[in-house]
């Protein structure tokens, strides 16, 4: 019903930059919110950065100060600006959405398939 295809991974020194974005398409009646979530080998998926619809953000703690997310509704994309990247940022960087769907309204929450961000020391 709805996909998200994420772009913008790859290899990066520490201290460098890397923009993550995340194209939602669809029959897309609304999105709530949008995030993105990342996953290291041998550890739990954990939130990054979330966003809703009005705006509003919160943040991992460990993240603070360095990532940025915002989003555009009128493309349904949302994205990710990290900077002074850190050797431990390095996982799989996912995109979630969540909201409504379709002709007869329905909800949905779905994924990216993952974009690797890897950050060298």
């Known amino acids: 019903q709805v996909q998200l295809v994420e772009s913008g991974g790859g290899l990066v020194q520490a201290g460098g930059s890397l923009r993550l974005s995340c194209a939602a398409s669809g029959s897309i009646f609304s999105i709530n919110a949008m995030g993105w979530y990342r996953q290291a080998p041998g550890k739990q998926r954990e939130l990054v950065a979330a966003?809703?619809?009005?705006?509003?953000?919160n943040y991992a703690d460990s993240v603070k100060g360095r990532f940025t997310i915002s989003r555009d509704n009128a493309k349904n994309t949302v994205y990710l600006q990290m900077n002074s990247l850190k050797p431990e940022d390095t996982a799989v960087y996912y995109c979630?959405?969540?909201?409504?769907?379709?002709?007869?309204?329905?909800?949905?929450?779905?994924w990216g398939q993952g974009t690797q961000v890897t950050v060298s020391s």
């Open positions: 966003i809703t619809s009005g705006g509003s953000t």
């Open positions: 979630n959405a969540d909201g409504v769907v379709g002709l007869s309204p329905s909800l949905f929450d779905s």
